[in-house]
């Protein structure tokens, strides 16, 4: 993966500041998968996806990812902290059989394909009542051919799997895209208790970005200031070669 430049990613930035997550993380993806038409990123599996963003992460920021949270015991809450590799995780890429995901349950035969963030992001738009609605709007989208009692089913069925149905696609999905989510169990080290963990790695991104773009931003107005160069100028420079004039300037 090419490393994007200083300049770029400010870009990326700026123009995320506009957005809501699931805008960011398209933008993180294109940046991961750069030339790549925006469709085409829509339609890749969410477990794809979060390969891209882990790979970027590590090219940008290391493998190291730290992850904090609360312990839940309501008799505890114990600050706790694990880390991640970005590395392994980035080559946790989907692996769906041949010809999609094939679900038998009762009357039904449906093969699916995996969901993708373009199916996420129409579910979103259209406003279910609830999660079972979700689901099924889901399931819908993502079903490649069904059939009920032999025949083809309608799109109006499609809209109206049954529970089981639905159970039996997730089920499938998460085995052949595990890195689509990702959830953990953290020990507590004060009282012993587990606490669930999801790590969301374009929101996870996004924050170092934005911590990373306002620190440069910093070290352009102070560069500025005291030598009168652009900014182009100054993101030219290497960051060994930023942070030692940051330093002369503080010298004198």
């Not at 990123?41 to 920021?61: H, I, K, N, Q, Y």
């Not at 149905?165 to 052949?176: D, G, T, W």
């Not at 790695?201 to 030598?227: G, K, M, N, P």
């Amino acid at each position: 993966m090419a490393v994007t430049g200083p300049a770029e990613l400010l870009a990326t930035w700026e123009a995320g500041l506009a957005e809501r997550a699931d805008g960011r993380a398209l933008l993180l993806h294109r940046v991961a998968r750069p030339g790549e038409p925006p469709d085409a990123l829509l339609s890749a599996p969410l477990g794809e996806r979060a390969a891209d963003l882990f790979a970027l992460r590590r090219a940008l920021f290391g493998d190291r990812l730290e992850v904090m949270l609360d312990c839940a015991a309501t008799d505890c809450g114990a600050a706790m902290e694990f880390e991640l590799d970005a590395g392994e995780l980035a080559a946790a890429r989907p692996r769906p059989p041949e010809g999609g995901l094939r679900v038998a349950e009762g009357a039904w035969v449906v093969r699916f394909r995996l969901p993708a963030p373009g199916d996420l992001a129409a579910v979103a738009a259209a406003r279910p009542s609830d999660d079972a609605h979700a689901r099924r709007l889901l399931a819908a989208r993502c079903a490649l051919a069904a059939h009920r009692a032999g025949r083809e089913a309608t799109a109006e069925e499609l809209t109206q799997l049954p529970e089981p149905v639905l159970k039996r696609f997730a089920e499938a999905a998460e085995a052949a895209d595990a890195g689509a989510e990702l959830t953990y169990r953290i020990a507590c080290p004060e009282c012993g208790a587990t606490t669930p963990a999801e790590l969301d790695i374009a929101a996870y991104l996004w924050t170092e970005l934005d911590a990373w773009a306002r620190d440069l931003l910093l070290d352009v107005h102070l560069l500025a200031s005291a030598y009168g160069w652009s900014e182009p100028e100054i993101l030219a420079l290497s960051p060994l070669r930023r942070r030692y004039y940051l330093e002369l300037c503080a010298d004198a």
